[in-house]
């Protein structure tokens, strides 16, 4: 039976998955709901399965009526929308799929995931499956860690470790929101060791990690949901970290040595002054749509290199193994000539759509709250098969001694 699908949020990620549903032939119809509705009418014109409706999401009533009858409610809103997206996921009987947990204001990452898996088993009794964090990181990343886990006899630690080294000669220091960005930066991470989380400094840590193909490069860590879920997920783990490194990281760091990512107000002659408003307001945005993305290109490339790599440590037939995995995906250049659209927006948008159609097609068997780790081998194997169709491959380095 073909499915009708709800995407809530037609901006980068949320149009990226509609588009990608409207080839699909298990959908009989997109509903692209967005309290913007040029938004959304922008993708029913250009797709043959999506409607558009005006919806605020704040009003569980009007999300309610504007998802009636679908099979699944997608989240492209930020996480602060989730508790009411939930909530209409369980009241009109909808599968549930969002992008990540935090960040969420008065929450650390540990309480936004923890509300989130509270509705747990409300879901689980309805039959329900609601799939959280799904996008590259977390999401992709979640399903190579599970991946390369199960080969291993004992799982001690997973990395996952990120280097965004994209820089185009126009100063655009963030590919996706900047107070988003500096937001996360600031805040402090949270580690998992030794059975238990631990919070840390901003930029903590600060090493040099050797990538494949870039050699070293400084890696700090940084606030995301996998060190979480990890830390819940998988039995036996002792250490999960996220660290994240290149230009922007740098830029960023700099700013907080200088009290620029503050949220206190500072007096500036007079003038009452919130630092991390005054860098956001000064910071360009991200560009968004083609004409934007081509006119920052046409300016050329500072630098152009990057790595997403997922790092499992444990032991096989009591020999320690080292796991290293590394995405490949289009870089900025090749994606906007290929697709018209960012890196990151083409990493992330593919990597939450193929989530997205493991519930069209009925591959997904868990029922309750959980995130991509808690897949069965065939949901995970059959989602990096679709991937790498879609450009998104992984290469295994598997490190070991014979003695």
Same mark, same amino acid.
């Given at each position: 039976?073909?499915?009708?699908?709800?995407?809530?949020?037609?901006?980068? !990620?949320?149009?990226?998955?509609?588009m990608?549903?409207?080839?699909?032939a #298990?959908?009989?119809?997109i509903?692209c709901?967005?309290?913007?509705i040029?938004?959304?009418?922008?993708?029913e !014109?250009?797709l043959?399965?999506?409607?558009a &409706?005006?919806?605020?999401a704040?009003?569980?009533?009007?999300?309610?009526?504007a998802?009636?009858? $679908?099979?699944?409610?997608?989240?492209?809103?930020? +996480?602060?929308?989730? +508790?009411i997206?939930?909530?209409?996921?369980?009241?009109?009987?909808?599968?549930? !799929?969002?992008?990540?947990?935090?960040?969420?204001? #008065?929450?650390?990452?540990?309480?936004?995931?923890?509300?989130?898996? @509270?509705?747990?088993?409300?879901?689980?009794?309805a039959?329900?499956?609601?799939?959280?964090?799904?996008?590259?990181?977390p999401?992709?990343?979640?399903?190579?860690?599970?991946?390369?886990?199960?080969?291993?006899?004992? $799982?001690k630690?997973?990395?996952?470790?990120?280097y965004?080294?994209?820089?185009t000669?126009?100063?655009i220091?963030?590919?996706?929101?900047?107070?988003?960005?500096f937001? /996360?930066m600031?805040?402090?991470?949270?580690n998992f060791?030794?059975g238990?989380?631990?919070? =840390? +400094?901003?930029?903590? /840590?600060?090493?040099?990690v050797?990538?494949?193909?870039?050699?070293?490069?400084?890696? =700090?860590?940084?606030e995301?949901?996998?060190?979480?879920?990890?830390?819940m997920?998988?039995?036996?783990?002792e250490?999960?970290?996220?660290?994240?490194?290149g230009?922007? $990281?740098?830029?960023?760091?700099?700013?907080?040595?200088? #009290?620029?990512?503050?949220? /206190?107000? &500072?007096?500036?002659k007079?003038t009452? =002054?919130?630092?991390?408003?005054? =860098?956001?307001?000064?910071?360009?945005?991200?560009?968004a749509?083609?004409?934007?993305?081509? /006119?920052?290109?046409?300016?050329?490339?500072a *630098?152009?290199?990057?790595?997403? *790599?997922?790092?499992?440590t444990?032991?096989?037939?009591?020999?320690q193994i &080292?796991l290293?995995n590394?995405?490949? @995906?289009? #870089?900025?250049?090749e994606a906007?000539?290929?697709?018209?659209?960012?890196h990151?927006?083409?990493?992330t948008?593919?990597?939450a759509?193929?989530?997205?159609?493991?519930?069209?097609?009925d591959?997904?068997?868990?029922?309750?709250?959980?995130?991509?780790?808690?897949?069965?081998?065939?949901?995970?194997n059959?989602?990096?098969?679709?991937?790498a169709?879609l450009?998104?491959? &992984?290469?295994?380095?598997v490190?070991?001694?014979?003695?």
């Amino acid at each position: 039976m073909k499915k009708k699908i709800i995407v809530m949020g037609t901006g980068a !990620q949320g149009g990226t998955i509609a588009m990608r549903l409207d080839k699909e032939a #298990g959908v009989e119809e997109i509903i692209c709901a967005d309290y913007n509705i040029k938004a959304a009418e922008r993708l029913e !014109q250009n797709l043959s399965k999506a409607r558009a &409706v005006q919806v605020d999401a704040h009003n569980l009533e009007a999300v309610l009526k504007a998802s009636k009858g $679908c099979h699944l409610i997608v989240n492209g809103l930020p +996480p602060d929308f989730n +508790p009411i997206l939930m909530e209409s996921a369980l009241q009109n009987k909808m599968h549930y !799929q969002d992008m990540a947990s935090g960040p969420v204001e #008065g929450l650390d990452f540990i309480g936004a995931v923890k509300r989130q898996l @509270a509705l747990n088993d409300k879901f689980r009794d309805a039959g329900l499956s609601a799939l959280i964090n799904t996008g590259s990181a977390p999401g992709l990343v979640n399903v190579i860690a599970r991946t390369s886990a199960d080969r291993l006899d004992i $799982c001690k630690q997973i990395d996952i470790l990120v280097y965004d080294g994209v820089w185009t000669n126009r100063f655009i220091p963030f590919w996706w929101s900047p107070e988003t960005a500096f937001g /996360d930066m600031a805040a402090e991470p949270i580690n998992f060791e030794n059975g238990e989380y631990k919070l =840390v +400094p901003p930029f903590n /840590d600060p090493r040099m990690v050797d990538f494949r193909g870039l050699g070293p490069r400084r890696m =700090v860590d940084h606030e995301h949901e996998e060190p979480v879920t990890f830390g819940m997920f998988f039995k036996g783990l002792e250490k999960a970290t996220f660290k994240y490194g290149g230009p922007a $990281c740098e830029l960023a760091e700099s700013f907080f040595k200088m #009290g620029l990512l503050g949220t /206190d107000p &500072v007096d500036v002659k007079g003038t009452s =002054v919130v630092p991390l408003d005054l =860098v956001c307001k000064l910071t360009p945005p991200a560009p968004a749509d083609p004409e934007t993305i081509k /006119d920052a290109l046409s300016e050329g490339m500072a *630098l152009e290199e990057g790595a997403m *790599l997922i790092r499992v440590t444990g032991t096989k037939n009591g020999k320690q193994i &080292v796991l290293n995995n590394y995405i490949n @995906a289009p #870089g900025l250049t090749e994606a906007f000539e290929k697709h018209g659209i960012t890196h990151e927006s083409f990493l992330t948008g593919q990597s939450a759509f193929l989530f997205t159609k493991l519930f069209v097609n009925d591959r997904i068997e868990e029922k309750g709250v959980f995130p991509p780790e808690v897949l069965g081998a065939d949901s995970r194997n059959y989602y990096l098969k679709e991937a790498a169709k879609l450009g998104i491959t &992984v290469d295994e380095i598997v490190e070991s001694r014979l003695q």
